[in-house]
């Protein structure tokens, strides 16, 4: 069996003993694992020495209590986060509110576990925090390895992120324990990120799928002449919503009425979907976005234009990576999968030999062009 280091952090005595008798005799099992994950814990009273054991010691899983004596369970997160240490962290804790919960999520926390518990659902959330930690060291670890592999292991990870239960489970126990009150608009805010995390989820689902489809030669391509300004239009009115929400503006210009290439419909939507949708997401509030297509004898060529907060150069070089996404204050608050301008990329490139470049600048905003040779 593989076992799992786990850093217990909890100022009372009995409730690190408490945790650790639950985890001396339990496993972890998955029918797309070799072998099942069993856990040997490490107790410790305060943040400070949390923190010596995470700059000395591999550990693998943190239980992460808040309210310590010295420095918070949230500084703990914090710094860990801030250090890029390969863990994963759950938070239990008595003083679980909204407030916490989204700080501790947006500080790195895969999920929280509010006192009291009992053993099932301490084992339930350890089955998804230790799912969570080997698929996504699996990520790390595939980037590095053949393509069959990783093709295996993305249709596997896309099942599993079916059921986007652990994401939400925390914010579900608060509401199960009416922790912020007894009406409904009391948890109109936790409803909402909820709302958003699955809908997240189901995002990463469609783009891993999409991914794994053209890489492994799958996905049946169906030609045809496409009108490319009907199809950018249809990608527009899908992103209409969220354009509403951020009152950004979504203007497409082009010098003729109609222009045809031969291409798969469902391909160039892709493009667009993630051209469009990349505009809006991550523009500012009453900005812009611009789609201008041209087409000559050789050549379509589709530019986006946004008024957003842009990047730096830094940034931009790894920004066709797959599940790189650009993270910094401005970025934290929105969702994605990293994979959409991947997919984008090897769609243009593979399918099309066209090109795809990119300029931006911070606080200005960025412009994507695409290139489509008519004859590929």
């Not at 509401?175 to 936790?190: A, F, P």
């Amino acid at each position: 069996m593989a076992i799992l280091k786990v850093l217990i952090v909890d100022d009372e005595a009995g409730i690190r003993s408490g945790l650790s008798r639950i985890l001396k005799n339990f496993s972890v099992d998955f029918p797309f694992i070799e072998e099942a994950f069993t856990f040997e814990t490490i107790e410790v009273g305060t943040g400070e020495d949390a923190l010596t054991y995470l700059d000395s010691t591999p550990i693998d899983i943190v239980l992460l209590d808040n309210k310590l004596p010295g420095i918070h369970g949230i500084e703990v997160l914090e710094y860990i986060n801030k250090k890029n240490i390969d863990t994963s962290v759950m938070m239990i804790t008595s003083y679980a509110s909204l407030d916490l919960a989204i700080k501790a999520t947006n500080n790195g926390a895969y999920n929280f576990v509010p006192k009291p518990f009992t053993p099932q659902e301490l084992k339930t959330a350890m089955e998804g925090i230790t799912k969570h930690l080997y698929l996504s060291r699996m990520t790390k670890k595939l980037n590095e390895e053949g393509k069959q592999i990783r093709f295996q292991f993305l249709s596997v990870l896309s099942h599993e992120l079916k059921s986007p239960i652990n994401a939400i489970e925390g914010y579900l126990r608060i509401m199960q324990d009416k922790q912020v009150g007894n009406d409904l608009s009391d948890y109109e805010q936790m409803i909402e990120r909820s709302l958003e995390r699955i809908r997240g989820m189901r995002s990463l689902i469609m783009d891993m799928l999409d991914l794994t489809k053209l890489e492994n030669g799958k996905k049946k391509r169906a030609i045809s002449k496409v009108d490319i300004l009907q199809i950018a239009q249809i990608a527009i009115d899908t992103m209409n919503p969220m354009a509403v929400q951020k009152n950004v503006k979504v203007f497409l210009d082009s010098d003729e009425p109609n222009i045809y290439m031969n291409a798969d419909p469902n391909e160039i939507e892709i493009v667009f979907n993630n051209l469009i949708s990349n505009a809006v997401k991550y523009n500012k509030m009453n900005g812009t976005v611009d789609c201008k297509i041209t087409a000559d004898d050789n050549k379509v060529k589709i530019s986006v234009a946004d008024s957003g907060i842009g990047m730096n150069e830094e940034d931009m070089a790894k920004l066709f990576q797959e599940f790189v996404r650009i993270k910094n204050e401005k970025t934290k608050g929105i969702s994605g999968s990293g994979l959409g301008l991947s997919i984008m990329k090897k769609t243009v490139e593979e399918n099309y030999h066209g090109t795809i470049t990119v300029t931006s600048q911070p606080d200005i905003g960025s412009t994507f062009t695409v290139e489509f040779p008519k004859n590929y």
